[in-house]
């Protein structure tokens, strides 16, 4: 799930034409930071204290790449669940392969086919 997670962050990445430290202001950056821990909440809206003085990168990015590569972007970056690839996190995910044949579905018809469908 890390790599899906990391995916959201790359389309995010992509999509402003911005490395991640820039995009999010990341104070300490390359150096770990406690805010950097918060990054996720924040883009999901999930935190009551916003890590980030800028405006939520996520939540503006509908305006700005269109409908398929903003639903297919959080998918990513909530990656497990049924807002993310509708399938329970488990903990160890390597060695159960109907979970993975299931984590592989959902990421075709949930990022895959929706990427494919954006017109540049």
């Given at each position: 799930?890390?790599?899906?997670?990391?995916?959201?962050?790359?389309?995010?990445?992509?999509a402003y034409w911005q490395p991640l430290n820039m995009l999010?202001?990341?104070?300490?950056?390359?150096?770990?930071?406690?805010?950097?821990a918060r990054i996720r909440g924040w883009l999901l809206e999930e935190g009551r204290f916003p890590p980030f003085e800028?405006?939520?990168?996520?939540?503006?990015?509908?305006?700005?790449?269109?409908?398929?590569?903003?639903?297919?972007?959080?998918?990513?970056?909530?990656?497990?669940?049924?807002?993310?690839?509708?399938?329970?996190?488990?903990?160890?995910?390597?060695?159960?392969?109907?979970?993975?044949?299931?984590?592989?579905?959902?990421?075709?018809?949930?990022?895959?086919?929706?990427?494919?469908?954006?017109?540049?």
């Amino acid at each position: 799930m890390y790599g899906i997670y990391s995916l959201g962050l790359l389309l995010l990445e992509i999509a402003y034409w911005q490395p991640l430290n820039m995009l999010m202001s990341l104070k300490e950056w390359p150096d770990p930071s406690p805010q950097d821990a918060r990054i996720r909440g924040w883009l999901l809206e999930e935190g009551r204290f916003p890590p980030f003085e800028d405006a939520n990168s996520l939540r503006v990015l509908r305006h700005t790449v269109g409908d398929r590569y903003w639903r297919a972007t959080p998918r990513c970056i909530v990656a497990h669940g049924e807002l993310g690839m509708r399938v329970e996190e488990d903990g160890d995910e390597t060695n159960n392969s109907s979970i993975g044949v299931e984590l592989h579905t959902a990421f075709t018809d949930l990022v895959v086919d929706e990427l494919k469908g954006v017109v540049v």
